[in-house]
């Protein structure tokens, strides 16, 4: 049995090390190129969104690598991405790829009945290992990663955090450890904590980014649009994490009560995907004194568009300028990068303005 999945950030680290723990040969997908892009969009319905093209462009390019089984996530509610699986497998087949499809539910219980009958005994041992160590590993890749986001507007050297970054995930990639990871984690963590340098813009920005999983975690999709804000002097701050959400998606933690609570007063029933999250974020990271939110969703999202069109009441309720991304296919990176310049002019006037007292009440921006 060979074992692939979709690519979704640097998740493929952790979720690698769970199969190859359990002995499972691992055929991870290349990462996510032009050709991945291009296939997806061949054989994809027109009006699917993008994740849906771009996870069909990873399970094409891994079964041609050999694989022979595909793991992929479930789901329920308004969004699409529960129809995902069935829709792929059903492409796939078509296609004559011969393979074997395990999707993951919400839920953990039906999971583990689901595990032993796909991948057959295991003993619990194994399993305890194989999680302890992929879960490690996920902690410490979301760990780092929260300050590389921080980091980035204070580097001494262009590029110096995401060298610093490449070079920890390679080491917690090839280590099989769990207390080599936590060694590793520790070290990075202090040369990232020492890094205290001035801002480069002369003044702290910071931004919250929320919206759809797959366009946050995913820096292709996003046209790697966190490195763009460090690149201009902005600390980025999002609350949407792989470890956070697998545990909310297991139902192992319920952190939604939080975030209810903050949307119910723009947004106070389940739209699908992360619509409320998206609501409830931009109102929190607007009262912790944020200077802005950008929003990350693919064009055709429906919990999104909803979300989108509620924002601007958000925006001036909470005196936040917020800037809006809708992605697919033709999206290109120099309007991306010409609408963040704009906007993180935007914000340091913005906070220029309140040194001298002279108030703000909110903006929206709106990109595509």
């Keep these: 049995m ?5 690519h979704m950030g640097d998740m493929v680290v952790a979720v690698k090390a769970l199969f190859q723990e359990l002995g499972f040969t691992v055929v991870p997908p290349p990462p996510i190129s032009r050709k991945t ?24 390019e891994a079964l041609d690598r050999g694989a022979d089984m595909i793991i992929m996530g479930g789901g329920c509610g ?23 499809m395990y999707v993951i539910e919400p839920g953990i219980f039906s999971n583990l009945r689901k595990i032993r009958e796909s991948f057959g005994p295991v003993s619990a041992r194994k399993v305890l290992s194989a999680v302890r160590l992929a879960w490690n590993k996920a902690l410490a890749i979301d760990e780092i990663y929260r300050l590389v986001l921080l980091k980035r507007a204070r580097e001494a050297k262009e590029g110096q955090v995401n060298k610093l970054y490449a070079d920890f995930l ?11 990871v936590k060694r590793i984690k520790r070290e ?32 292709f999709v996003n046209l790697e649009i966190e490195k763009k804000l460090g690149e201009l002097g902005v600390e980025v701050e999002r609350d949407l994490y792989m470890t956070n959400w697998l545990l ?76 809006t991304f809708f992605f697919d296919e033709h999206s290109a990176d120099a309007g991306i990068r010409t609408r963040l310049e704009a906007f993180v002019d935007l914000l340091e006037r913005k906070k220029v303005q309140a ?14």
């Design 2 to 6: 060979q074992i692939t999945f979709p």
């Design 37 to 60: 892009l291009n296939l997806g969009v061949k054989y994809s319905p027109e009006f699917a969104c993008l994740p849906f093209k771009i996870n069909l462009g990873n399970f094409m």
């Design 78 to 100: 308004p969004c699409r991405f529960g129809y995902y699986a069935e829709v792929q497998e059903e492409i796939l087949r078509e296609m004559g790829y011969d393979f074997s």
């Design 170 to 180: 390679r080491k917690i990639d090839e280590t099989m450890s769990v207390d080599r």
């Design 188 to 219: 990075y963590r202090e040369i990232l904590e020492d890094m205290t340098g001035a801002y480069k813009r002369g003044i702290p920005l910071k931004v919250g980014l929320v919206g759809e999983i797959y366009l946050v975690l995913e820096p």
């Design 248 to 323: 909310n998606f297991l139902h192992l933690r319920n952190d939604g009560k939080l975030i209810k609570r903050a949307a119910s007063k723009y947004l106070d029933s389940f739209v699908g995907g992360h619509g409320i999250d998206t609501i409830g974020n931009t109102v929190r990271y607007a009262r912790k004194g944020f200077d802005g939110v950008i929003q990350l969703g693919p064009f055709t999202c429906m919990p999104e568009i909803i979300a989108s069109s509620i924002l601007p009441a958000v925006s001036k309720g909470e005196g936040i300028p917020v800037l």
């Design 355 to 368: 040194r001298k007292g002279t108030g703000y009440k909110g903006e929206i921006v709106y990109g595509q």
